[in-house]
């Protein structure tokens, strides 16, 4: 006869407990990963990219707002207002599509730059 009780079923699968001096031995092999990846966490490293990216961007949007009215104008000259919109419309969502990728592209190449500089320090 079988059992359906799951400590016979797993009994064999029981994990020996873990040596007394496991976790210090543990804290000392990660302590020097640890403050290797704090220094890389560091906010000044990641947060001067970000702003120095996020400088021009009032430039950007102004400079985009004013070739959108300027094809608007362009375009409505001989073609209807509703064609008129729909494709200033889209060149608009192309323009914030683009602009998205890129400043959500601007953490990952920061990141990678001061990875570059720790690797640097370090040689």
Known sequence: MTTDDPRELLGPLDVPPAPPDFVLKTLAAATPLLAAHARRADARVW????VVALLPLP???AVDVAIARGLYALLS???PDI???YLVAQYVLLMLLLVGFTYAAVPIL???QAHALLED???
């Open 47 to 50: 947060l001067r990219p970000l």
């Open 59 to 61: 430039v950007v949007i």
């Open 77 to 79: 000259l001989f073609l």
């Open 83 to 85: 064609v008129t919109t």
């Open 110 to 112: 920061a990141d990678r």
């Open 121 to 123: 320090a370090h040689v």
